[in-house]
């Protein structure tokens, strides 16, 4: 199975793929040309065996291998982590499951961390917005886009059953197992179940070291990190129907509950924290699509979703805290899809979504406080083939957002985006592709109420996008023949500028639960992203893959010439970043793999306040990580379904860096995860 990067993929539609799954009934198989393809900008994705491949345990691991973003990560397993993707922030990155945004009215973020590999199938990121207008219509609305897609069950003509099991244990005493059943029920309707469990009591070694601007060193000790266990388990089921040759409707139940310690920053000589977290995220989601006529599109999306936590702090240096928070969300889309004539495609969508929050502070003697958003989105958009040498489509999207405790007017908001691309020489494998884009993103319940922290005068993000990219792909012919010589190499470069007005931050000061919020003014972007995915097929049935992504940015504040800060890099932006992935496999005629691989990733200078000084610089990190595979084919059923068993075995941070992504956050040392699977 051959996986490429983003720009390499042949990319399909959801409709186009169920078709096609429903007309061939085989395994799974990843389509590598780059014909002609509906994406204008064309995703960075990660698929199938590929992220098998990655020393990662979840979604967030693996998104650290995509160019243009920045991963925050508090450490350990249970350490929340959320993305943001070309310092737009990461209330302006969507975060969609199966199709349909995962939300957070409370605070925007989505922990990453909590979304596990195990049963996903792909991973997309999606620079201004999906290139197919057949979409909800707040997907016109953000910055950036991640698509998270699980596994659909695929069975040949005699299977009825698939059964996954895997064991995963490591340092810092971390078990994970889960199942998975794929049951097929009857002729095109078919069930899948996910159960996993993690646990992990988060107590690993860490170097905390702190030197004065002068260069003497303050302290230097080692100290093993605490209350950073977690306890965690997730449970998914979803059914998936097919009908006549064009429609089909999916229903997906998801439940996350966890109980975990927050360690804290290491301040002042503080090594404990007595802060815990309950969290249980619930929701039931459905799709339904179907064609008319041909020509005539109809999609329809409906959740509802429920989502508990409970904080409290136990630690009597820092401010008492019982804190419980129930959110509950209603969502509806309805979008339609017109293809006037084969070159002129039209399509219009409306959106509604019901949040509510109710908020109990026991300790200060608040008690159900509630909160509520009414948010609607209605967009109209077009695309435009013209042969292969021309694709362009524009949308544009109406936001409305009304909350019901705000002295806060908000007018409905129009937003634009245009996207073209250009192939000069359809026989070359070369394109370049552009848009602009307008994204607005209005502030969360906690940016505006939050009991010590809100802001009621926080002033809606508007952010501006300008991308231009140059894509290129080359491939010999011979990669398929399995003794003789093959390549595949894709790469693109891409220039983007984006200026951000009244741009919201949130930092951590002093608890991970709790964050400042303040406006920033005005923000300029400049940056460049690069990235390569590169395929060699060698004598005797080897290949050699290699994956390569570099970002450089700027992301200054313009807001005010007489701030101290102006100019400076906001925080926690890198100027340069980057990452590699290295992977040598083998395998026999029968189908039995056996693989090495080996990751890089590099931060470089930050600094973790707004103005750039000694203080508040952050080093560089940068970390080595391998792993060694096999999977082998232990034997066939009677009905000649065969028996898979894998064993992986991974080292993290191979040379035992000290390093935080977060300050005052240190990250684990040098770390093992082993793995057993078998699938059948």
């Not at 961390?113 to 996903?120: A, E, I, K, Q, V």
């Not at 905390?208 to 990190?225: L, M």
């Not at 409970?310 to 820092?318: S, T, V």
């Not at 010589?485 to 983007?496: D, H, L, N, Q, R």
Request: aromatic share 14%.
């Amino acid at each position: 199975m051959i996986a490429l990067c983003a720009n390499s993929v042949f990319a399909i539609d959801d409709a186009e793929l169920d078709s096609l799954y429903r007309q061939f009934q085989m395994e799974e198989v990843e389509v590598t040309a780059r014909a002609l393809t509906k994406d204008i900008i064309v995703p960075q994705a990660l698929k199938g065996i590929e992220l098998e491949r990655l020393n990662a345990l979840s979604v967030a691991d693996a998104l650290r291998y995509f160019s243009g973003i920045q991963l925050k990560d508090y450490g350990g397993v249970g350490g929340i982590k959320t993305i943001n993707v070309r310092s737009m922030g990461s209330q302006h990155t969507a975060v969609y499951y199966n199709g349909i945004q995962l939300g957070n009215a409370q605070n925007g973020q989505v922990d990453l961390g909590r979304f596990s590999l195990d049963n996903m199938d792909e991973i997309q990121l999606y620079n201004g917005q999906k290139s197919d207008i057949f979409q909800s219509a707040r997907e016109f609305g953000a910055a950036g886009n991640v698509y998270l897609t699980t596994r659909k069950p695929y069975f040949k003509e005699d299977e009825r059953v698939h059964v996954r099991a895997k064991m995963r244990f490591g340092s810092f005493a971390l078990a994970n197992p889960s199942v998975g059943v794929d049951i097929k029920l009857i002729d095109n309707l078919s069930m899948t179940l996910d159960v996993e469990y993690v646990y992990s009591d988060g107590k690993y070694p860490f170097r905390y070291k702190r030197v004065f601007p002068s260069g003497e060193t303050a302290y230097d000790t080692t100290a093993i990190r605490q209350n950073g266990d977690i306890n965690a388990v997730r449970t998914e089921l979803g059914l998936h129907h097919y009908y006549r040759t064009t429609g089909f409707w999916r229903l997906h139940a998801y439940n996350y509950y966890s109980e975990r310690g927050i360690p804290g920053a290491i301040v002042n000589n503080v090594w404990r924290n007595g802060e815990r977290l309950w969290d249980r995220n619930t929701f039931v989601q459905g799709q339904w699509q179907d064609e008319w006529f041909g020509r005539w599109s109809t999609r329809l999306l409906a959740k509802y979703a429920n989502d508990f936590t409970h904080y409290k702090n136990y630690d009597e240096r820092l401010l008492p805290a019982d804190n419980k928070y129930l959110q509950q969300e209603v969502y509806l889309s309805l979008a339609n899809k017109v293809q006037v004539f084969n070159w002129w495609d039209l399509s219009v969508a409306y959106d509604y979504q019901y949040n509510t929050l109710r908020k109990d502070e026991l300790v200060s003697g608040v008690t159900d406080e509630r909160f509520a958003r009414h948010s609607h989105w209605l967009s109209a958009a077009t695309a435009f083939n013209i042969k292969e040498y021309l694709r362009l489509q524009a949308s544009v999207l109406m936001t409305q957002i009304i909350n019901q405790k705000s002295e806060i007017k908000n007018s409905p908001k129009v937003t634009p985006g245009l996207f073209l691309s250009f192939r000069p020489y359809p026989a070359i494998d070369l394109s370049i592709n552009a848009f602009y884009k307008q994204s607005y993103r209005y502030p969360t319940f906690n940016d505006l109420y939050y009991t010590d922290l809100g802001n009621a005068n926080l002033r809606p993000e508007l952010a501006r996008q300008h991308s231009v990219e140059l894509a290129y792909k080359i491939t010999n012919d011979k990669s398929s023949v399995a003794n003789d010589f093959g390549y595949e190499i894709a790469a693109a470069v891409s220039y983007y500028y984006n200026r951000v007005t009244d741009k919201i931050i949130a930092y951590p000061k002093g608890q991970q639960f709790r964050w400042t919020m303040l406006n920033l003014g005005t923000v300029k972007i400049n940056g460049v992203d690069a990235h390569a995915d590169m395929s060699f097929y060698l004598p005797l049935r080897f290949v050699l893959r290699t994956r390569l992504n570099y970002t450089y940015q700027t992301a200054i504040d313009v807001t005010n010439p007489s701030d101290s800060y102006y100019g400076h890099q906001i925080p926690y932006i890198p100027w340069h970043s980057g990452s590699g992935v290295l992977g040598l496999e083998w395998q026999s005629k029968r189908g039995d793999r056996y693989g090495f691989n080996y990751s890089f990733v590099y931060v470089g200078e930050r600094y973790s306040q707004q103005e750039n000084i000694v203080y508040n610089y952050v080093q560089p990190w940068y970390t080595h990580d391998i792993s060694l595979y096999g999977e082998w084919q232990l034997r066939a059923d009677q009905n000649k379904q065969p028996i898979w068993l894998k064993a992986n075995v991974e080292i993290n941070n191979l040379l035992g860096q000290d390093f935080e992504v977060i300050q005052n956050y240190p990250m684990p040392k040098q770390n093992v995860r082993c793995t057993v699977a078998i699938r059948y």
